[in-house]
């Protein structure tokens, strides 16, 4: 995902890589981090979801403490934070106001086309709606 997000920000002109890598519970795995990290980003990824009462069986000590105490931390906490505000509204406008909760078609390819397809027509929309608020204004 982070080689993905480097790519498009790179054909989209931008120089800079991301600095910091935020992601759900779904995209823990240490290897994937590890490469992540030796690459220069930071990563943060708590080890479980929030909905579970304690720690996953094993999963305690070393990188799983460490991230918890960072992600519990003013600063680590902070970053995380914004992550639903920035992430979350996108796919909650495109599931459950769109009604795309699942892709039409089937291979990478094309789900990658009806991705973007839907992103273009979701920044669309919002370009619209804010030309109409400066029409009226």
């Given at each position: 995902?982070?080689?993905?997000?480097?790519?498009?920000?790179?054909?989209?002109?931008?120089?800079?890589?991301?600095?910091?890598?935020?992601?759900?519970?779904?995209?823990?795995?240490?290897?994937?981090?590890?490469?992540?990290?030796?690459?220069g980003t930071q990563v943060l990824i708590p080890p479980e979801s929030p909905k579970r009462t304690a720690a996953r069986p094993?999963?305690?000590?070393?990188?799983?403490?460490?991230?918890?105490?960072?992600?519990?931390?003013?600063?680590?906490?902070?970053?995380?934070?914004?992550?639903?505000?920035?992430?979350?509204?996108?796919?909650?406008q495109t599931k459950s106001n769109r009604g795309m909760g699942r892709f039409r078609r089937r291979g990478r390819s094309a789900v990658r086309t009806e991705w973007r397809l839907i992103n273009a027509t979701h920044n669309l929309l919002k370009l619209h709606k804010h030309q109409l608020v400066l029409a009226a204004a």
């Open positions: 995902m982070v080689k993905a997000a480097e790519r498009e920000l790179a054909a989209a002109g931008v120089k800079d890589t991301p600095g910091v890598a935020l992601a759900d519970a779904g995209y823990w795995h240490k290897e994937q981090m590890q490469n992540i990290i030796n690459r094993g999963w305690q000590g070393g990188l799983y403490d460490h991230m918890r105490r960072v992600l519990h931390s003013d600063y680590g906490g902070g970053l995380y934070r914004k992550r639903q505000g920035m992430i979350e509204p996108v796919f909650a």
